[in-house]
């Protein structure tokens, strides 16, 4: 492009004399009018250039301003301890009024494994390399076997709980049985459980009988993790995901109950949500401070719940909230904080709580810290003049 328009001004102005020296440089010439070699020769020229300003001036960026900085990847926030951490030496002396573990009940030859066992100052003992320190308990009065004849009928999903025909509900049939002692009792739901193995089967294992267990209903294998609940004792809860402030940012799952979704999507969900598994005497929130706003889901979901004889245990924030079949609410979740002195400064607001009204019910998340914890507390309710009820004991028939 460029070599043509010299030629075309060149003819314009007229023909100059031929200089000696054209007849030398005629091949160059000829070779230059060629586009690729002239779009070559002038890149050559055009870095050639800029070298020689470089080499005659300086680098033009030589006086700017320069800084330098050593990037590092943020570290990752820390977890929950586990049982083991959080019971660890550090801090024992504010564990001094929890009672000891029972060694008998750790089972031939100590700790799992034949890991070294650590006598621990208050009488506790810790496995070590282990996440959990309380002792694996053996299974205490299994419960039948779910699902118990009359008890389901078919559903779109999978069986769905119902009221038998000759009256049995559910609420009762699926619950622990249970007998007062006189004594004030203290009840504790340790929910999220079936998503984490090593937490679900701990809290199966090492917390007592009488606590009852909650169960995420999007875990893989749910029916197996209830039916081995139930093989231990345990009576069992469904949670159910419901609409928080924040949705959908904070979103609790696709089956999320709505508080603008109205009746039929909430019996649509619920449809779902409690056929995935079978056993459970009650169902519990998992969030849901934003559908309890709503008159018509809360009036949906208890009426469901009330036709299907399950109980409704919120975790205090639906406390004014009627319905169901039966009712009740948490007095203390026992775990916002997530560390051992403030777990046991709730569990130690529960116990006065259950002295003074003559019951309590906690609630917590399957955290390591907490059924460790737990698993501790548990064992000196007796000696403290407490009783340890399950969840459906704390339970009421609206209207009596």
Same mark, same amino acid.
């Given at each position: ?12 102005? /007229? ?14 010439? %000829? ?8 779009? #070559? ?31 590092? +990847? ?28 029972? *060694? ?50 078919? /559903?779109? %999903?999978? *069986? ?20 007062? %002692? ?8 340790? #929910? ?13 294992? +090492? ?54 979704? #109205? ?33 018509? /889901? ?5 009426? %469901? ?13 639906? +406390? ?43 609630? /917590? ?18 000696? +403290? ?16």
């Amino acid at each position: 492009m460029f070599a043509k328009r010299q030629s075309a001004l060149a003819a314009a102005a /007229g023909a100059p004399p031929e200089p000696r020296s054209r007849v030398a440089m005629e091949p160059v010439l %000829n070779a230059l009018k060629k586009p690729p070699v002239a779009a #070559g020769a002038a890149g050559v020229f055009v870095i050639g250039a800029a070298a020689l300003f470089v080499a005659v001036l300086g680098d033009p960026r030589a006086g700017a301003p320069t800084a330098s900085a050593v990037l590092e +990847r943020p570290v990752a926030a820390d977890t929950a301890p586990t049982g083991a951490e959080a019971f660890g030496f550090s801090g024992l002396d504010i564990y001094q009024d929890l009672g000891p573990i029972d *060694p008998a009940l750790m089972g031939e030859g100590g700790a799992a494994g034949g890991e070294a066992l650590i006598t621990l100052p208050d009488g506790a003992s810790v496995a070590s390399g282990q996440g959990f320190s309380a002792p694996v308990r053996a299974p205490s009065s299994p419960l039948p076997k779910a699902p118990i004849a009359g008890l389901f009928q078919p /559903g779109p %999903n999978g *069986p769905l709980p119902r009221i038998a025909a000759d009256g049995r509900v559910p609420a009762q049939a699926y619950a622990r049985p249970f007998r007062s %002692n006189g004594k004030p009792m203290v009840a504790l739901v340790v #929910g999220g459980l079936g998503l984490n193995s090593a937490t679900t089967r701990a809290a199966i294992e +090492r917390l007592p009988a009488e606590v009852t267990l909650s169960f995420v209903p999007y875990a893989e294998g749910l029916q197996t993790w209830i039916d081995m609940a139930r093989a231990h004792g345990h009576e069992v809860m469904i949670e159910l995901p419901m609409e928080p402030t924040g949705y959908p940012d904070n979103d609790p799952g696709p089956y999320t109950l709505l508080s603008s979704g #109205g009746a039929d999507d909430v019996a649509v969900k619920l449809d779902w949500l409690l056929a995935r598994a079978t056993g459970y005497f009650g169902v519990t929130n998992y969030l849901g401070d934003r559908f309890a706003t709503s008159d018509e /889901g809360v009036t949906a979901l208890m009426t %469901n719940l009330r036709q299907r004889g399950l109980a409704f245990l919120d975790d205090g924030s639906m +406390r004014r909230r009627p319905g169901a079949f039966a009712r009740a609410s948490a007095d203390r979740v026992v775990d916002e904080e997530q560390t051992p002195a403030a777990i046991l400064r709730q569990f130690n607001a529960l116990e006065a709580a259950a002295k003074t009204n003559g019951a309590a019910l906690g609630t /917590g998340f399957s955290y390591p810290v907490t059924v460790e914890a737990a698993a501790r507390w548990t064992a000196g309710l007796e000696a +403290r003049g407490l009783q340890l009820a399950p969840a459906s004991a704390m339970t009421r028939r609206p209207g009596r």
